[in-house]
């Protein structure tokens, strides 16, 4: 089994800072592209930043230049630092990894999600 964990989230004023985290863990042959998303209630769920197991990174136009997504492969981890927070930014924040097990099955996992609420 693999399992995604987040952690980070919680209630910031505007312009302020957050850092999440998502920990994937279980029988992990080989990770590739690790991603970040979020999802308001009614919407649909949106890529925010994807990162290559290269280090390739691309971000949603609204968050270049603000957030930072990064990686620590020696723990299977991925984090979105992001600043300057704006109410917009409000939502639920999903972790999202392609994993391939030790019995070589390749798939998309996800974490349960984690809220950020940014305050105006």
């Known amino acids: 089994q693999v399992q995604l964990v987040e952690s980070g989230g919680g209630l910031v004023q505007a312009g302020g800072s957050l850092t999440l985290s998502c920990a994937a863990s279980g029988r992990i042959s080989s990770i590739k592209g690790m991603s970040w998303y979020r999802q308001n209630p009614g919407k649909q769920r949106e890529l925010v930043a994807h990162?290559?197991?290269?280090?390739?990174?691309t971000y949603v136009d609204s968050v270049k230049g603000r957030f930072t997504i990064s990686r620590d492969n020696a723990k299977n981890t991925v984090y979105l630092q992001m600043n300057s927070l704006k109410p917009e930014d409000t939502a639920v924040y999903y972790c999202s990894a392609r994993i391939t097990t030790i019995l070589g099955w390749t798939s998309d996992y996800w974490g349960q999600g984690t809220q950020v609420t940014v305050s105006s």
């Open positions: 990162i290559t197991s290269e280090g390739g990174i």
